[in-house]
């Protein structure tokens, strides 16, 4: 299966979308101000998840536009986010380092 790279998206754009159309429930303003707080607070899993990647150069961040709805719900929410992502075969527990 080829990974989709038309995913990605602005995550500032996201943010915006996800505070003020997806859950305005939540009474998140979607300024850039508290996009800024968001990830400043939760972009560390985020990125460690790969939902979110930085762009070289002091471009900004781009987010994986089919998980950053779910993550950010949760974080926001539970404030937690588990990994969804199937295990790939380099990150998978080898069977002769697994306790017996």
Known sequence: ????????????????????????ELNMSGTLDSWFHFNTRHGPRLRELDILRKVPG?????ADSERFEQAAFELLT???????????????????????
Do not use: C, Y
């Not at 299966?1 to 997806?22: D, G, H, R, V, Y």
């Not at 539970?78 to 527990?93: F, I, N």
């Open 1 to 24: 299966m080829e990974p989709k790279i038309n995913k990605w998206k602005p995550a500032p754009s996201l943010w915006m979308q996800f505070t003020q159309q997806q859950h305005p």
């Open 58 to 62: 002091n471009r900004g961040t781009i």
């Open 78 to 100: 539970r404030g937690t986010v588990e990994d969804d992502r199937e295990p790939t075969p380099a990150s998978a527990p080898r069977a002769d380092r697994q306790a017996a």
